[in-house]
C-alpha cells in the first residue's frame, strides 16, 4: 500500500508547487507560484493521519526530538518518475503541521527505486 504523503508529494509536484502545508483538521494546501491553494478532492485530515504522516518521514531520533521539543526539521527524498526528489520539513505539534518546502528535483543515477 503506498504512503498517503508519497500521493499527496506527487500531486503537489505535478501542480508544480513549492510546499505543501498539511494541518489537521484542514485540506492539504499547496504553493503555487506564491499562492496558496487548497487540494480539491482529498479530505480534511485528522490528527492521527497527519500525525502518522510526519512520522513517516522521521528517523527515530528526529521523532524522539520531536515528542521531546514539540517540532522537528528533517528531510525527505524519494524516487519519482526516474528523478530524486528532496523535500525539507518543518514540523510542529503545537499546530500539528507540518510543511514540506523547496520541493525540489534533480536526476540520480546512485539512487534505488523503493
Request: with cysteine; aromatic share 8%.
Amino acid at each position: 500500500m503506498p504512503n498517503r504523503i508519497d500521493d499527496l508529494l506527487r500531486m503537489a509536484m505535478s501542480f508544480g508547487a513549492s510546499d505543501l502545508h498539511l494541518r489537521a483538521g484542514s485540506v492539504p494546501i499547496i504553493r503555487v507560484h506564491g499562492e496558496l491553494r487548497p487540494v480539491s478532492g482529498v479530505n480534511r485530515l485528522d490528527q492521527e493521519e497527519t500525525l502518522e504522516m510526519a512520522f513517516s518521514m522521521m528517523s527515530n531520533r528526529q521523532k524522539l526530538h520531536f515528542r521531546k521539543n514539540e517540532w522537528c526539521r528533517a528531510s525527505y527524498g524519494r524516487y519519482y518518475q526516474k528523478l530524486v526528489s528532496s523535500f525539507k520539513l518543518s514540523i510542529r505539534l503545537k499546530q500539528l503541521m507540518f510543511i514540506s518546502n523547496k520541493i525540489t528535483k534533480g536526476v540520480s543515477t546512485s539512487f534505488q527505486k523503493a
